[in-house]
């Protein structure tokens, strides 16, 4: 069960979901307090006696340094410096909330690009419309060249998600071999640890035969003996030496 503290930091961490999904003037300052309300309850839950799994405080703090780079990727002066800090950023990858379709961050990442997207095409245009013709050309040029790098990130970051979801799936699956084999290694100790107790008492029920034997044995021979003397001394005693 979560405690106190993960439950308000799940709340507030939500709101600043929230609030980095819509367009912000210069003059809001909420999300920044907010996010470094999140760093100092993040510290406090790692230290905290019921603190959440190691895979979900990796999840809090990857959100967390996700706001952290959008408020600074927002203070950037150029379009260009925005869009080239925004390819650089990691939203999380599970939801905040049970009701989330998708994670916030993903959103709020998806979204970001096309705004930053939106403000360099913008720039160009401003730029393009006080130019000559042959360097409209070139602008126009550029703007392809950009659009062409930014189809390649995007199948970058394609090819690097499948990459570590297969490499998840690998890992996985070495996992499960390795369980099994841990399984089957323990069930042939289990069996050699019988075999061995078995083996113990079929060696000390042979050992108590043994010693039975010996013991028939030796009375055969004390009787044999005795047998032997009994019957020459009565064949003495009955066929006397010859004179």
């Not at 300052?29 to 510290?43: D, I, S």
């Not at 044995?217 to 020459?232: A, C, G, K, P, R």
Request: proline fraction near 3%.
């Amino acid at each position: 069960m979560a405690s106190r503290l993960e439950i308000n930091f799940v709340r507030l961490l939500s709101r600043c979901e929230s609030i980095a999904s819509v367009k912000r003037g210069e003059a809001e300052w909420r999300l920044e307090k907010y996010v470094g309300a999140l760093e100092e309850m993040l510290v406090a839950l790692r230290k905290n006696p019921s603190k959440p799994t190691p895979e979900v405080l990796t999840e809090y703090t990857r959100k967390v340094d996700f706001l952290k780079g959008l408020l600074e990727a927002e203070k950037l002066s150029s379009a260009t410096e925005k869009a080239l800090a925004n390819q650089f950023l990691a939203p999380g990858r599970t939801p905040t909330i049970a009701n989330e379709r998708m994670p916030a961050t993903k959103m709020v990442h998806m979204q970001t690009k096309a705004r930053c997207t939106g403000e360099m095409r913008d720039e160009l245009v401003f730029l393009c419309r006080g130019l000559p013709l042959d360097e409209r050309q070139s602008a126009a040029e550029l703007d392809a060249v950009l659009q062409h790098h930014h189809n390649l990130q995007e199948k970058l970051a394609e090819d690097m998600l499948n990459l570590a979801r297969n490499l998840k799936n690998n890992t996985l699956a070495a996992q499960n071999i390795i369980k099994q084999d841990n399984q089957t290694l323990s069930q042939s100790m289990r069996q050699a640890d019988l075999n061995f107790e078995k083996l113990k008492t079929e060696s000390e029920r042979l050992e108590q035969h043994t010693k039975k034997s010996v013991n028939w044995l030796l009375w055969l021979m004390l009787i044999l003996v005795s047998f032997t003397f009994i019957s020459m001394i009565l064949f003495i005693r009955i066929f006397p030496r010859l004179r």
